[in-house]
């Protein structure tokens, strides 16, 4: 049998389509590996920003944008200054003199330059004032961004678990 030019070409063209294509794939995945890596990182970098309730570490993670927030079970906090005074300074620092989030369960999403976690902590600490154990757990959704290249918080809304046991979906 004689191969025809047209034949070798098309040929040659499916092969380095397919090629292509894996390259792309796998392109794409170790793009999404690393941004999976450096979003844990920066979940690494909040839990011990809130175990030493540094301000200046949680500017390292945050955006420096008016539209950052937080919600959590206190209040409501806008622009990194706020979140910075109630949640690192006053929440964390004037609270408690001993602090330990411990973070686990981590589901991390991207999505181009945007993108989420999902998990659950564990959070232990001893209350200035009386050295009393303070101990809550709950579950945790933060939003991220890509700002010149590095994933910044955008948004984290907190809560403590539910009371009683959750009910299966329906």
């Not at 292509?20 to 970098?45: L, P, W």
């Not at 009393?132 to 939003?143: D, F, L």
Request: proline residues 5%; charged residues 20%; glycine residues 8%.
């Amino acid at each position: 049998m004689r191969l025809r030019p047209q034949w070798i070409v098309a040929v040659l063209a499916i092969g380095l389509t397919e090629s292509a294509v894996g390259a792309a794939r796998q392109g794409a995945a170790s793009t999404a590996s690393a941004d999976e890596a450096a979003i844990r990182s920066v979940i690494a970098t909040y839990a011990k920003a809130v175990d030493t309730a540094d301000p200046n570490l949680a500017s390292t993670i945050w955006a420096d944008t008016p539209d950052v927030s937080f919600i959590h079970p206190r209040g409501h906090e806008h622009g990194l200054e706020a979140i910075k005074v109630a949640i690192y300074e006053q929440a964390m620092g004037q609270t408690f003199t001993e602090r330990r989030l411990t973070v686990k369960d981590v589901t991390v999403h991207c999505y181009g330059d945007s993108g989420w976690a999902e998990f659950y902590w564990d959070f232990a600490a001893k209350r200035r004032g009386d050295g009393s154990p303070a101990a809550t757990h709950g579950r945790e959704t933060q939003i991220y961004r890509k700002i010149k290249g590095e994933w910044r918080l955008v948004h984290v809304h907190y809560s403590a678990m539910p009371a009683a046991p959750e009910r299966p979906a329906s």
